[in-house]
């Protein structure tokens, strides 16, 4: 509802605040370094969606997320000047209000986006509401009171200004692990929560093998040929990237061009709010006949990135080189292409010619000329192009010393590229690069710099953060001397998961100062759950001290022993376990190597906090659960925390199969293989009680966007495929990147972790009755058939959930955690309880 409302005397002073924030440390309004920086500053408020539009856009959010409350909120678009010269907003009673019907709170902002975070940032502070992706809970509103008894805000009002331009959002491989089977609705509610979380620089990668159909068609590239070159669906990110080619395809020229109209939908909403649309460029990844066609053309073929035997059917892609003058004019073409398409560019492009690729030569004049030339591409089809780079290189690759970094990094001018420092919350490499030697840069939770968080990989399950240096580290980096930070970013591989974490980061970009944590966190769960509950607020206590206060520095990838299982002959297992508050749990080195003729490796589990600790905490969830297990935000909680505990426990129960098996004593293996299984398939039935937890919706969303059923199958496929085998095997080799993307989701533990597990088992347990080695070879064969099978198979899993998640968590902890003695027989089953295989 808009009103003739003039902005009362009151924010002259904050305006005046708001100017005066600029000399602050930190709170730069212009960066004289970096004048083209100011010049997009410009492009965007020239060319940006129109005041009326971004309100608009605010107004739908609201329309959508509080329909019951559309009268209650006033909107309204104002300049940066009337911030102070940088992004804002303001919150305040609305003037006219005099009941039920009419406008209580108004709501001033930059942007659309600056809108939504200050809506968000109301609901959030002043009504105890919370906001998370759908799977993780969904959105808390019951807290907040009827329309016409809103909380005031305080009479002067409430003036939030970012220290910092952006707060960019996503990792180039999210649009596989997460996005990879949207449709427009769940589209719609992705961006309405990125304006809710106050990001304005988002990727925006949907629908680009369309547009290189089109570039590649002009040079004679049919689609026969892009269909070697793209890869299937759910693996676009890694052909985009260069890793490898036509996995999983070929790409129907249906989908090509349903999700080109799908992006079209993605950027008109993005730019409505205000947003800054981040496009793809080209890297210098082309098709094998592009080689074929243009013999003279000077083209690299790169190694191999984790196919079995280094097969060429799916490894080893052509780089073109940089010198070479196709480079810039394919560059060029692209760019221009997209810009016809659809209408307009925010004029940020990403671009990551070696991602996980190392360069074929380390000289710096190289490195130099490959970085010049995929520039002068962005800049030859947009005068204005400034590159966006995953930092992620400097992270992985030992090839990037200071100078190859220092050469690609210098190779653009000043102020023309962006770093996106990809996992500064752990191993940041502003630190160590001088502020990556005065590129701009975005921290990020995964980086002229962005400081960035990457926090998650392959949208895996784990209980797991760094609040501590999530709250403290943007703000060291910016307060830094001669910072060149510019933003602050998520960029995890995959959403939906550990929503304090994304709550608390995506707040930081409102932030100037560390936020204590102590007041946060206390008031977290009462936010999160609707109501005040002292034994939830003590869990969370816990678990802010244990799963979310990991500093050894380590990456953080799921490897339980259910969702992980090892490939390796029992023999090389350790097995040491000590004893920590009357509990055991494993202290085994991160990684152990096979002996003999193969190098196999068995990654252990992360472990990073005292398992007994956070058993206590899932007993406060159970025994203050009743007192709000009507909310599903506290249910997703509840079978999250006992998934992780119950994880736990079984990484451990498999160590004591590999004793029992090493001391020979067969009957307690037996009964602790059977234990095993039985909690592999408890474990899917408390998935089953909370539809975050169900791998029904990846498998029917991946059919949903079939045209026909030979689409059908081959989406299913790509779906099955990624979270499990991931890439490519032979009959006894397999695939060098399985369990990578693996997932605690309710069908696929009872369906095919378990029948893996008890297969390894039964090569256990012949092993002892023949007394002859373990098959190994014979265990991966029986592995692989199942697993290949598992891929083809076309069972339909549920997409509801069902039963009773807090009775169900009660059962599991008295069937499993309850007696102290946890690893011992006579702990586990009653005197004379036998199982068999």
């Not at 547009?211 to 052909?239: C, E, H, M, T």
């Amino acid at each position: 509802m808009r009103s003739s409302y003039t902005p009362a005397p009151r924010f002259i002073t904050l305006l005046l605040v708001a100017v005066i924030a600029c000399a602050v440390p930190g709170a730069r309004c212009s960066d004289r370094r970096f004048p083209h920086l100011d010049r997009v500053r410009e492009l965007h408020r020239r060319e940006g969606s129109s005041s009326a539009e971004q309100e608009a856009a605010a107004r739908g959010l609201l329309e959508r997320l509080l329909p019951s409350h559309s009268t209650s909120f006033d909107f309204r678009v104002i300049s940066t000047e009337q911030c102070g010269g940088k992004a804002c907003f303001i919150i305040s009673n609305h003037p006219l209000f005099d009941g039920e019907g009419t406008p209580e709170i108004l709501i001033l902002g930059a942007s659309g986006v600056e809108i939504s975070a200050g809506f968000h940032w109301y609901l959030k502070h002043y009504c105890t509401a919370h906001i998370s992706w759908y799977k993780t809970g969904g959105s808390q509103l019951s807290s907040i009171p009827h329309p016409g008894s809103l909380p005031r805000v305080p009479a002067g009002g409430v003036f939030i200004q970012r220290p910092v331009d952006w707060s960019y959002y996503q990792n180039a491989v999210a649009s596989s692990y997460s996005f990879a089977w949207w449709d427009w609705e769940r589209w719609e509610k992705e961006i309405d929560w990125m304006a809710l979380q106050g990001i304005n620089l988002p990727l925006a990668f949907t629908g680009q093998e369309s547009i290189w159909q089109r570039v590649f068609q002009r040079y004679n590239i049919s689609k026969s040929d892009l269909d070697d070159f793209f890869g299937g669906p759910a693996f676009l990110a890694w052909s985009r990237m260069a890793n490898m080619h036509g996995w999983g395809g070929p790409l129907p020229q249906t989908w090509l061009d349903d999700q080109l109209a799908l992006q079209k939908k993605i950027l008109s909403r993005m730019y409505a709010f205000g947003m800054f649309p981040v496009l793809p460029a080209f890297s210098g990844n082309i098709p094998a006949a592009l080689k074929s066609k243009y013999p003279t053309a000077k083209v690299t073929h790169l190694g191999n990135w984790f196919t079995v035997d280094s097969n060429p059917r799916w490894c080893c892609t052509y780089l073109l080189d940089a010198s070479d003058p196709l480079f810039i004019e394919i560059g060029k073409l692209f760019i221009e292409e997209q810009i016809r398409e659809y209408g307009r560019t925010s004029h940020i492009y990403n671009c990551d010619t070696f991602d996980e690729n190392t360069p074929p030569l380390s000289d710096p004049n190289y490195i130099s000329s490959l970085g010049a030339a995929t520039f002068r591409g962005m800049q030859s089809g947009d005068n204005d192009a400034i590159w966006l780079m995953q930092g992620w290189l400097f992270t992985y690759d030992p090839f990037w010393e200071p100078p190859q970094m220092k050469a690609l990094l210098h190779s653009v001018p000043v102020g023309r590229m962006i770093v996106l420092d990809l996992y500064a919350e752990v191993k940041p490499v502003w630190i160590n690069s001088d502020q990556f030697y005065g590129v701009p840069y975005i921290w990020k939770v995964l980086f002229f710099f962005f400081l960035c968080m990457l926090h998650n990989f392959a949208a895996d399950f784990e209980m797991y953060g760094v609040l501590d240096a999530l709250a403290s580290g943007p703000i060291d980096a910016r307060l830094s001397g001669n910072s060149t930070m510019v933003g602050v970013g998520m960029s995890m591989e995959g959403i939906e998961q550990n929503p304090i974490v994304y709550d608390l980061m995506s707040e930081m970009a409102f932030h100037h100062r560390q936020v204590d944590l102590q007041v946060w966190i206390e008031t977290y769960p009462t936010r999160r759950y609707g109501k005040p509950v002292k034994g939830l607020q003590n869990a969370w206590w816990i678990l802010y001290q244990t799963l979310y206060n990991c500093t050894d520095g380590k990456n953080d990838k799921n490897r339980d022993v259910i969702v992980a299982f090892p490939d390796v002959e029992p023999l090389v297992i350790q097995t040491h376990l000590y004893l920590s508050s009357g509990k055991l749990y494993s202290t085994i080195p991160p990684k152990i190597y096979e002996k003999g003729a193969s190098n196999d490796e068995y990654e252990h589990p992360h472990l990073w906090y005292n398992t007994s600790v956070v058993v206590r905490a899932l007993e406060l969830f159970l025994q203050y659960g009743d007192e709000v297990s009507d909310s599903n935000t506290f249910r997703y909680d509840l079978v999250d925390i006992t998934r992780q505990v119950l994880a736990k426990y079984a990484n451990d129960v498999f160590i004591k199969i590999i004793e029992s098996y090493k001391s020979n004593s067969k009957n307690q293996m037996v009964t602790l293989c059977q234990h095993f299984l039985d909690l592999v398939n408890d474990l899917d039935t408390l998935l089953a009680s909370h539809e975050g937890f169900l791998l029904g919706p990846w498998l029917e969303n991946a059919k949903g966007l079939a045209r026909d059923r030979e689409q059908e199958i081959q989406y299913e496929w790509n779906a099955r495929t990624q979270i499990t085998m991931w890439f490519d095997n032979t009959e006894t080799k397999a695939s060098l990147l399985r369990d990578y993307a693996n997932k605690y989701w309710s069908g696929l533990l009872r369906d095919y972790y378990g029948p893996r597990a008890a297969i390894y088992f039964k090569h256990l347990l012949l092993s002892m009755e023949k007394n002859a080695p373990f098959a190994l070879e014979e265990w991966r064969r029986e592995w692989i058939s199942l697993t290949n099978n598992w891929q083809s198979d076309r069972k339909v899993f549920a997409t509801t959930a069902t039963g009773d998640a807090l009775n169900i968590s009660r059962s599991l902890y008295m069937k499993y955690l309850r007696n102290a003695d946890l690893l011992e027989p006579e702990g586990i089953f009653s005197p004379g309880s036998s199982a068999s295989l």
